[in-house]
Structure formats: structure tokens, C-alpha cells
């Protein structure tokens, strides 16, 4: 059987991004360039900083995946590229990248969700199982999403204000926490005890979407009261209840979403699931609900391009084509 090769690009955010995936589940190469030292001095990733270093990334990334995987430009089956969302001067980069190669070689080009990408990131382990539920969680989205078969997906549930990996980083700036946040208040929290009582959002009842500001604003606020009152505050304690509240909600929804679609197969996506208490607690309510469990190994739960090239090989197989006028879409939505 002749293979099929399909050469991934990702920039949308603050990675600069290549890789090849052999018949959409074997990885040939991955090729990370992250940005995270050159934004932590900011607090956080500066778009026109993550744009220049993308253009200056780009080429020589392109060239490291091909290398690695020793596959040859006019070898690929595709070329798959996130299309959004995502910062949109970063996606540009990205785009405008993979429409050169495929101009220059005559490679079909593929337009990739990112979020469909990260859903794909588990297919790199172990086939996906349909149907499906996946919770995505990542700095943009929190989101819960049914796939009943390759390509096709239903929005059962999203986040109506912060994302719960940008509830992470913010309430790590305040603990004086270098930036990204998450891993620091996951590591932070294993030192502590959940013993503030932070509010969850369930939202109306039976309700899968998600809210993060007020248990962000919570956690600020109880901070302010014990400074004014000249009190220490136990920075582990705080770290280990604010994310219990966080994993506590993610996990029942996540469950509640897949018993409702009758689903037996649960996929945990994005820079979020690399949260121990998150994947720990997830882990042990589906062992107790009969559910298969599929997380991504830790260095595919963030931003990469071997999750676009997997979710880019199955449009492709699909008959999905994008022209030379394919663009950046910021806000692009997958369903
Ligand atoms: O998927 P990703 O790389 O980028 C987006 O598409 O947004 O996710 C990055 C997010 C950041 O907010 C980061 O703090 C969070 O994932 N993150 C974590 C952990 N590792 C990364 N949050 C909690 N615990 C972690 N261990
Ligand atoms: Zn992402």
C-alpha cells in the first residue's frame, strides 16, 4: 500500500511547529520551536513578538521535520496547516508557509481546526474510538465536543468566559508565578491541601458549559483580604483549592457529557490534560463509570504539529482540499 505522508504546520500561538505523520497514527518527526522563554519575561505571549519569531522559525523548522522524518517534499500525500484559531499575525506565518510549499511541490493543501488537532493528538497513541466525547482544555478553549466518526463534530459544551488553562496562568501572575502558569500551580499544588473552599460554577442545572472568572475572581479576592489583613497566606493551600475546584467541575461535566450522548469512550485534549489532578481524577471516576479513558502523552498535550498532520491526514482522506486563498481565520469555529 502506498503511504501516506502528510507533513503538519502549526503556529497559532507561541510554538513554532513541524512534523510528518505516516497513514495518520505513526509519527515520523516532531519539531517543536517554543517561544515560552522569549514571552515569561511579558507575563505572557505578545502577538507581535510570537509573529517575527515565527517568520524567522519557519523555514528552518519545515526543513528539521522533513529531514527527521527523511521524506522528501514531493513525497507528501498533503499538507496539513492550523487555519485558526489562534493569534492571527502567528497563524499567518503558518499558512502562508504551507500555501508555498504546495504551490512549489503541487502537494494538496489541507486547512486543520486546532482544536480538531488536539483531539487527534490521542489517535497518535492509540487508534480513537468512536463515539466519542473529548473535553478540551487548553489557554483558549474549554470545550466539550462529540465526534460520532472522523471529521464530524457536535459542540455540546464551551466555556461562556476564561479558558481554564488562562484561569492557570492568571492566578499563577498573582501568586508571583512565572508564566505559563498551569504546570506551576500543578506542581505547587501537590505540596498542599485544598482546604479553601472555593465556589464551583455548575451554571443552570444539566448545563455542560463551563465558567472560570468568578472562581479566578475568588481567588484574587481572597488573596487582597488576607494581604489588607497582614496575613500570610499558604501559596500551596490556595494553588491546591483553586484546582480542585477546577478539576472537580471539568471532571463531572466531562462524565455527565459522555453519559448523556450514551458514549463509552472519553478523550482528554489540550495543554490542560497535562494536569496531574486533572488526568488522576478523570483516570479514576471513568475506571468507576465504565468508560474508556484516552490522555495524551505529556509531549503531545500542548501545541505541536503532529496533532495537525493526524487531524489534517483524515480531512484529506476525506477529499478535503484548500486553495492558494486559504487564510488565517482567528476566530474559526469547527462546528
Ligand atoms: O494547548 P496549549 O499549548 O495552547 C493553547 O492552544 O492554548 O495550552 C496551553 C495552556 C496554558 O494555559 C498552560 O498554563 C496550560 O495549558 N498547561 C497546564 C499544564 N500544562 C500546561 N495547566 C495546568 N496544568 C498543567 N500541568
Ligand atoms: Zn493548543
Known sequence: MKKCWVLGIETSCDETAAAVVENGDRLCSNVISSQMQIHRRFGGVVPEVASRRHVEQITVILQQALDEAGVRQEELSAIAVTQGPGLVGALLIGVAAAKALSFATGVPLV????????????????????????????????????????????????TRDDAAGEAYDKVARVLGLP????????????????????????????????????????????????????????????????????????????????RNKGVHNLVLAGGVSANSALRGSLAARCQREGIHLSSPPLELCTDNAAMIAAAGTYRFLDGERAGLELNAEPNLKLV
Not at 468512536?130 to 464530524?152: C, D
Request: aromatic share 8%.
Open 111 to 158: 486547512g486543520v481546526h486546532h482544536i480538531a488537532g488536539h483531539i487527534y493528538a490521542n489517535h497518535l497513541v492509540k487508534p480513537l474510538r468512536f463515539p466519542l466525547v473529548a473535553l478540551v482544555v487548553s489557554g483558549g478553549h474549554t470545550e466539550l465536543i462529540h465526534m460520532p466518526e472522523h471529521n464530524r463534530f457536535e459542540r455540546l459544551g464551551r
Open 179 to 258: 508564566y505559563p502558569g498551569g504546570p506551576e500551580i500543578d506542581r505547587l499544588a501537590k505540596q498542599g491541601t485544598p482546604v479553601i473552599d472555593f465556589p464551583r460554577a455548575w451554571l443552570e442545572p444539566g448545563s455542560l458549559d463551563f465558567s472560570f472568572s468568578g472562581l479566578k475572581s475568588a481567588v484574587i479576592n481572597y488573596l487582597h483580604n488576607a494581604e489588607q489583613r497582614g496575613e500570610r497566606v499558604a501559596k500551596a493551600d490556595l494553588a491546591a483549592s483553586f484546582q480542585e475546584a477546577v478539576v472537580e467541575v471539568l471532571t463531572e461535566k466531562a462524565v455527565r457529557a459522555a
